[in-house]
């Protein structure tokens, strides 16, 4: 998950599990619904479908247990920051954040970072956002982690463009 400046979709629909005060917070903070055990059945029977994203708070974990067959990715997660205790943060980035994927068979990553709406700035600010999403998650072995950049359209052709000045410090002395 990738937090983006400018959205150009409408908002995540995130399910907030959690107790206490993170209550009260999730809700301050945008979260769709509060989950509770009897969500947690509604999900396990089919009955509820309509969110997007799942985040807990460590303590919910437990009670969590019965969905992880059937959620499978979108079960929450400490390694894609989807369990936690800062709620604030999570829902930030699961309401307002795009999915990437890098897929390993031909290491590439497909994802949208706006729509032809945004002006050429904004669509920038996206992709140094994702590039930057994607660099802080590399393997140490994984070598040179980007080689090319390619931009396009719905229908139209691909272009490359120079994205080494959007490399963080980091990942860029790495590759090197």
Known sequence: MAAIP??????????????GD???EAMNCGAH??????????????????????????????????????LRKTFPSSKRGSVGVDMKKMLA???????????????HVNVAVGKLSLSN?????????????????KPPAAGPLIRKATVSAFLLDGHQFKYESYVPGSCEEEDK
């Open 93 to 107: 980035l699961y309401l307002n954040g795009i999915a990437y994927k890098v897929q390993t068979k031909i290491p």
């Open 121 to 137: 700035t904004q669509i920038e600010e996206n992709v140094k956002s994702l590039i930057e999403a994607v660099c802080t998650h």
């Open 6 to 19: 400018h959205k150009f979709k409408a908002s995540n629909k995130v399910i907030c599990f959690a107790e």
């Open 22 to 24: 993170q209550v009260t």
């Open 33 to 70: 619904m509060i989950g509770d055990e009897a969500l947690i059945n509604q999900i396990l029977n089919d009955e509820f479908t309509d969110y997007d994203y799942i985040v807990a708070s460590p303590s919910m974990m437990a009670g969590l247990l019965p969905l992880k067959k059937k």
